[in-house]
């Protein structure tokens, strides 16, 4: 099939990539011409997993092209993927704004039948919106059709070339049976395509990352009952996780959840559901969990040096909200530093995908960056784990023992054995533990 792909941020050029690796003819526009001069050197501009690999192998056959030409990409595609930014405003409200700019733009390059799918998390009624901006200008016939994306970052190219389930919304049998073809080729062993209409398929979005997000949410206020009841929050989610009802998965507590996803999404369905008219009280909770959280290592700090942190070195292993992704949106990292900046604590850090992005974000020059995880610990006061990388998990505690000025280890997920900390001569604090 010939796909066009508007928007080669994360989902876009994820999705323009795997669509190519299976065979597909794929053209991927932007309005940014440095990135798409990149794209097509075949630097993918983000950090993810195998998908440069992939990207350069599919540019070297020939079955994904770069252009910023939105004419082009219109006339020469079937299907085409409208993965835009939806960033949230203050308010917690979603921008939508990009879509249907795009959707205005692109309608009067439509020139025969299209499918038009929209990818970016959108609010309910979105799909509506574009159908009725293009029907207005153009003479031609169209579908428009939801397909929210479910990739989890730092996994997104396995997530996408085996789904656990790819969720289309679209009343026309015509559009479903071209998305049915689409993605067959992924699905050769169980079918996981689930039809249903626009509507449903834009909330299906919102409302899966709201019950993640709300899961870790709930394990993160039980670690915190753990913690004051002298319990172990490890064997809490053991028995919580073996019953088959709730499962193992989304059970970790931490610093609380970041990325593009959880928080926008949270936000967004709070928001649909007020401009309803509907008290989600459930969702209220979970974001103010989720921001309460962040602070917590940061109160096990100051206690621990008693409030006199001016001057202190602490050292942050990772600064990405989650490992195997550069990604620094809502990183609980950024709380944890500005705060302990604010109490004159100087900050070294490491992080092995996201130290430039930061830079870039952060330049903030009390931060040193360093570039191994072992020269940021030297004369440190303490270690802050925040995102567990796996080269993280089994630490050398005879070298930081000579590195760091002080022992003391603040476990933000709980990937090291206390015991085992403690026995090396180390201070060892957790979540819930």
């Given amino acids: 099939m010939k796909i066009g792909i508007i928007g080669t941020g994360y989902v876009g050029l994820v999705t323009g990539v795997c669509f190519a690796e299976n065979g597909n003819e794929v053209i991927c526009m932007d309005v940014d011409e440095n990135k798409i001069e990149r794209l097509k050197t075949g630097d993918p501009v983000i950090f993810e997993p195998q998908l440069e690999e992939l990207l350069k192998k599919n540019i070297g056959e020939n079955r994904i092209t770069f252009t910023t030409s939105l004419k082009e990409t219109v006339q020469t595609s079937d299907i085409i993927f409208l993965c835009l930014p939806t960033p949230p405003y203050e308010d917690g409200s979603v921008d939508i704004s990009h879509v249907l700019d795009v959707s205005h733009k692109l309608a009067k390059y439509v020139n025969s039948y299209k499918v038009i799918v929209s990818k970016s998390t959108v609010p309910v009624g979105t799909c509506g919106a574009i159908r009725k901006i293009i029907s207005k200008k153009t003479k031609y016939s169209f579908d428009v059709v939801s397909n929210p994306e479910f990739l989890k970052e730092g996994a997104a190219i396995a997530d996408f070339m085996s789904p656990d389930r790819v969720v289309v919304g679209t009343r026309s049998k015509k559009a479903a049976k071209i998305m049915r073809d689409l ?251």
């Fill in 183 to 433: 993605y067959s080729s992924f699905m050769h062993l169980t079918e996981r395509f689930i039809l249903m209409d626009e509507r449903s398929s834009e909330l299906t979005k919102y409302a899966s990352n709201a019950m993640l997000a709300l899961r870790i949410s709930y394990m993160n206020e039980i670690a915190n009952l753990c913690e004051i009841t002298g319990v172990d929050i490890h064997m809490v989610r053991k028995g919580i996780g073996s019953d088959p009802r709730i499962g193992s998965s989304f059970l970790f507590p931490g610093v609380g959840y970041g990325g593009s996803c959880f928080p926008k999404d949270v936000k967004g369905l709070l928001n649909t559901a007020a401009e309803f008219g509907y008290d989600f009280q459930t969702l209220k909770a979970i974001d103010e969990v989720n921001r309460r959280q962040k602070f917590i290592m940061v109160d096990k700090i100051k206690k621990h040096f008693r409030g006199r942190l001016k001057g202190k070195v602490i050292t942050i292993w990772g600064l990405s909200y989650k490992p195997r992704t550069d990604d620094l949106r809502e990183a609980p990292s950024l709380t944890i530093i500005s705060e302990l900046l604010k109490l004159g604590v100087k900050i070294n850090a490491y992080d092995p995908a996201a130290m430039e992005n930061f830079r870039k974000l952060y330049p903030d020059l009390r931060v040193k960056l360093f570039k191994t995880n072992y020269n940021a610990l030297k004369n440190s006061d303490a270690l802050v784990l925040v995102t567990e990388w796996t080269e993280f998990r089994k630490p050398d505690y005879v070298k930081l023992k000579k590195l760091m000025r002080t022992q003391v280890i603040f476990d933000g997920r709980n990937i090291y054995n206390p015991a085992e900390a403690r026995k090396n001569g180390f201070k060892y604090y957790g979540i819930g533990r």
